[in-house]
């Protein structure tokens, strides 16, 4: 049953003012909502927003007011801002219940969301549900006020996943079933290592899930990095646009830029990420559907070997770069961290996800607190929903003491306030930005003037932003964000 029946849009000055109807049914109850406390209300706020942004998803700025028998019961403000944001999941990947809690409650309340290994495929395409299920993980994490949305792998199998995209039909069914059973919040949808001959399959399984389940229940999708726009192979698999039509999010998977068998190099560099969210909204991804992954893993390779870029944590990589006194650097322009790690004959032996370390010289790259830092300024930036990480126990949790302060925060600082009198290279950068969305109509002159104040004001009214006809971090955030516009004959 739907909680409402309908929603009114009126224009009061320069704001936007929608009044939500309760169902008739909820009509009767409305009363209640005040005698059951905050939760119920919070609850109905939560569900106003999110009826809002699937039937107004273009609406960042207004007030809500919800109606019930003609009475206005809650009043309280929409508003998307580029300053901050708090979506923070992560996956949680072979462990336990004891484990697992453990690792979130290191976070100190910073995941809003928990992605855990509950579903794998059969070997005729069926639902597999692990052993790491648990209701007990499922309570303890609802009672920390986390979201459960396990992920639905197939352990990098092509024929496994295309068994899986061939029997959508009855995976979704049992999916959808085993959700609402199970009191769980929704799916995410991590079948990697298909192709591009797979695509509409993908892509038409993720439409069924969207079907099957409640809209108060989320449907996500991993997505692989592509900054560089391939269209074959596993990166051919996922349609952006089509999957961001049918999902809460998709969550960039925007690491292993240098991975196994590979040379040696960053994991996550700055531009190569950059590009990577780029390539989403140029796809026409809505920014607020973007969730971008950052690795809590790197990897490592020795010297004189053929093969290397094997997976190491976070948090074990440090503890060994410390044990055999590596030697570490920040590269500034990928701003990822490299350490030399050099362990000598009679050095008692590292073992990595069972591999011995023998002696020799090794390189690592990983990502820190500094470089993470740089990963949520991305975020801010492109004014994305927010973040997500592979996976949860492998980081230094030292992050956590900054990690919600970044997030929430707007931790990028170099925006500049343009302004009538503003000149330079970022009000250059502005003009251009608005004569290509049809705002400007002037010459280019990097002059910050009247003709620049009223484009500035014409972008604020189209998208809801607050009218002052200023070009701060909000303008900024938002018109750098827009997919690029097809090129004028």
């Known amino acids: 049953m739907e909680i409402f029946q309908r929603f009114e849009v009126k224009v009061e000055g320069e704001q936007y003012h929608i009044i939500l109807h309760l169902s008739p049914f909820l009509e009767e109850y409305s009363n209640e909502f005040w005698e059951k406390g905050k939760q119920l209300k919070g609850n109905l706020k939560e569900s106003a927003i999110g009826y809002i942004k699937h039937n107004i998803p273009q609406l960042k700025l207004a007030t809500i007011s919800i109606v019930a028998s003609g009475l206005v019961i809650s009043t309280f403000p929409l508003k998307s801002s580029a300053q901050s944001t708090n979506f923070n999941m992560s996956y949680l990947f072979y462990g336990d219940t004891s484990t697992y809690l453990s690792e979130i409650d290191k976070t100190k309340g910073g995941l809003s969301e928990a992605s855990p290994y509950f579903f794998g495929i059969n070997s005729d395409g069926s639902l597999q549900i692990t052993n790491e299920f648990d209701p007990k993980l499922v309570n303890e994490m609802h009672k920390r006020k986390i979201k459960v949305v396990p992920f639905l792998n197939n352990d990098w199998d092509r024929e496994l996943g295309r068994l899986a995209l061939k029997n959508r039909e009855i995976l979704s069914e049992q999916i959808s079933d085993f959700i609402m059973k199970n009191n769980l919040d929704g799916i995410n949808v991590n079948i990697e290592n298909v192709t591009a001959d797979d695509r509409q ?61 590979g040379p040696a190099g960053p994991i996550a560099s700055y531009d190569w990420v950059e590009k990577s969210i780029q390539y989403a909204l140029n796809q026409g991804v809505p920014n607020e559907k973007i969730v971008l992954g950052i690795p809590f893993f790197g990897r490592y390779w020795k010297d004189g070997d053929d093969y290397g870029g094997y997976g190491v944590g976070v948090n074990q990589a440090e503890s060994i770069i410390s044990k055999y006194k590596g030697v570490v ?21 590292p073992v990595v996800h069972g591999n011995t370390l023998e002696p020799g010289t090794y390189v690592f790259w990983y990502e820190d607190g500094i470089s993470i830092k740089s990963k949520i300024d991305l975020v801010h930036k492109y004014d994305l929903k927010g973040t997500g990480s592979w996976s949860l126990g492998d980081e230094n949790v030292s992050i956590w003491t900054d990690y919600n302060k970044w997030l929430t925060s707007n931790v990028d600082n170099n925006t500049p306030l343009l302004k009538i009198g503003s000149k330079g290279k970022a009000v250059t950068n502005l003009q251009n930005a608005l004569k290509d969305h049809g705002f400007y109509e002037g010459i280019i002159t990097g002059n910050y003037d009247s003709k620049t104040q009223k484009a500035v004001i014409a972008f604020q009214k189209k998208y809801h932003l607050k009218i002052d006809g200023i070009a701060g971090k909000e303008v900024q955030s938002k018109l750098y964000s827009l997919p690029n516009p097809k090129k004028r004959a």
């Open 201 to 261: 399959d993908y892509t038409d399984f993720v439409r069924l899930l969207r079907q099957k389940l409640p809209l108060s229940k989320e449907v996500s999708v991993a997505v692989a990095a592509n900054p560089n726009g391939w269209t074959d192979g596993w990166h051919g698999s996922y349609d952006y646009n089509e999957l961001s039509k049918y999902t809460n999010y998709l969550f960039i998977m925007a690491y292993d830029e240098h991975s196994n068998g």
């Open 329 to 349: 650097s920040y590269d500034p322009k990928t701003k990822s961290n490299k350490a030399i790690v050099t362990i000598k004959k009679g050095d008692p032996l």
